[in-house]
């Protein structure tokens, strides 16, 4: 039986780890190591979000357990966990609750422990006046095991040792906004956005969950009556995805999304400048690597990529105003795939994979205010 990690934390404000044993019902009661990590950034300005990524829940499987789950007839298990979060300022506490955390039909291993990730998201964290103080409160487990005629819950439980502080973020005082210059080429406001995003892989079956990135949006005078021209610079950090090939292969990879060229489009102003409804294209890259196979590399190379740009249309109502979420739907192809493999070609395998139509994007902006 695996020995569990005593309950710890990591270096504040930077790569944050707690950990416990929850006990399951595999054969018999069972420990099974799990921990909650995310990383923080170090210093946050007041009204901006605090930077988090990475975050992820991952449980450890003792190989005893894994014989026993395969002796009762359970070739592969569903996992997910519960991970509440408690955000102490000087104006109060709040709780949050971490999304995603769960996937389906993991294999089990032929021998040895069975090691899942769950990748997660922490809710935006919205700074104000003091540090930021983030706190685990809660972290649930639940496996559940199937076969051909099995379905069991092994009833995992929490550990509360594995609750406590995970990050303290120190908040700074914003800076003044720069007086834009007066030229043709100066918009009249340039609107400051923090993305969050989850796209539906729609071949895959799986959701790749952005980390979260920045938007700049010039708006421009429009040429027609209440429209505003807008030019934008999208910059998304590099993700890291998991998915579940034909239903019992898992797969990781990590993936960016560069963009290509400005986003463009207008922007209808008729109800107000500070709430505009866009209609915006953008067009980005898709470029994955690091790819793995339960865990084996697939040498895909450095300049694994879709042939052509993803065009991602963006339209609904959004808000300018320093706090305020908008949530945009937009529903893209993914064309085929060129330059993967390093000794064979892996071109068709990613296109077979992942190209094709109906894929949907989730866009949350959150206003930082205009300039």
Do not use: H
């Not at 997910?80 to 039909?105: D, K, M, W």
């Not at 034909?246 to 489009?265: I, N, W, Y």
Request: proline share 9%.
């Amino acid at each position: 039986m695996a020995a569990a990690p005593a309950p710890a934390t990591t270096a504040v404000a930077t790569a944050a780890t707690r950990g416990g044993t929850s006990t399951c019902q595999a054969g018999g009661p069972v420990d099974v190591p799990v921990s909650f990590s995310a990383t923080f950034g170090e210093t946050v300005v007041q009204g901006a979000n605090v930077p988090v990524s990475a975050a992820s829940v991952t449980l450890v499987v003792p190989a005893g357990a894994v014989d026993a789950l395969r002796d009762s007839g359970a070739t592969s298990v569903d996992a997910s966990a519960a991970v509440e979060l408690s955000v102490t300022q000087q104006a109060g506490t709040q709780e949050l609750t971490v999304t995603g955390l769960s996937t389906s039909e993991i294999p089990l291993p032929a021998d040895g422990e069975l090691r899942i990730t769950l990748p997660g998201r922490v809710p935006p964290i919205a700074a104000g006046a003091g540090p930021v103080t983030v706190s685990l409160t809660s972290l649930v487990p639940k496996l559940v095991a199937r076969g051909e005629t099995l379905t069991a819950d092994l009833a995992c439980t929490a550990d509360p040792a594995a609750n406590g502080e995970l990050a303290r973020v120190a908040v700074t005082a914003p800076a003044a906004p720069p007086v834009p210059g007066v030229t043709a080429d100066t918009p009249l406001l340039t609107a400051k956005f923090l993305v969050d995003g989850v796209s539906r892989i729609a071949k895959m079956g799986s959701d790749l969950v952005l980390e979260q990135g920045t938007f700049d949006a010039g708006l421009f005078p429009g040429d027609l009556p209440d429209t505003i021209r807008v030019e934008g610079e999208l910059n998304l950090p590099k993700s890291a995805g998991y998915f579940v090939a034909f239903r019992f292969m898992p797969v990781t990879s990590d993936v960016e999304l560069p963009q290509e060229g400005k986003a463009t489009g207008t922007a209808d102003i008729s109800g107000g400048l500070f709430t505009p409804t866009i209609d915006l294209t953008v067009r980005v890259n898709l470029v994955v690597s690091d790819v793995r196979q339960d865990g084996v590399p697939i040498a895909v190379g450095a300049n694994c990529r879709t042939v052509s740009p993803l065009v991602i249309p963006m339209k609904g109502q959004t808000s300018l105003l320093p706090g305020s979420k908008s949530t945009i739907e937009s529903t893209f192809d993914i064309p085929a795939f060129s330059g993967c493999g390093v000794s064979e070609d892996l071109d068709p395998l990613l296109t077979g994979l992942i190209s094709g139509p109906g894929n949907k994007m989730t866009t949350t902006l959150t206003a930082q205010g205009v300039g």
